[in-house]
């Protein structure tokens, strides 16, 4: 089974921009997906693609700001994310889906990495 390590994470101001890897000991066929945990507050859907990366799916929250791609050389699935605001300040987590398609719940992963943590200053 594939183990997941996210890095990337850091410190930024509004309206910068951080790249988070999604970093897999090996080939994966299931959906990688992003998701984040702001201190208190429930984990959330931020993103996630598919084995081939044909099809992708984002929050509304993050739409035109973020974008999910994957390599499948390298084995990582990458999270840009542009026009950052605080709002956006949160652990973020990938994981690989448990099930076909792309799920959107965070009960439908498994797989899950140690976090790296995103803060946005304003």
């Known amino acids: 089974q594939v183990q997941l390590v996210e890095s990337g994470g850091g410190l930024v101001q509004a309206g910068g921009s951080l790249t988070l890897s999604c970093a897999a000991s090996g080939r994966t066929l299931f959906t990688i997906g992003w998701f984040r945990q702001p201190p208190g507050k429930e984990r959330e859907f931020v993103a996630a693609?598919?084995?081939?990366?044909?099809?992708?799916n984002y929050a509304n929250s993050v739409k035109g700001r973020f974008t999910i791609s994957r390599d499948n050389v390298k084995y990582t699935v990458y999270l840009q994310m542009n026009s950052l605001k605080p709002e956006d300040t949160a652990i973020y987590y990938c994981a690989r889906s448990q099930v076909t398609g792309i799920p959107t719940t965070p009960s439908s992963y498994i797989g899950w990495g140690q976090g790296t943590q995103v803060t946005v200053s304003s």
């Open positions: 693609i598919s084995w081939s990366g044909d099809s992708r």
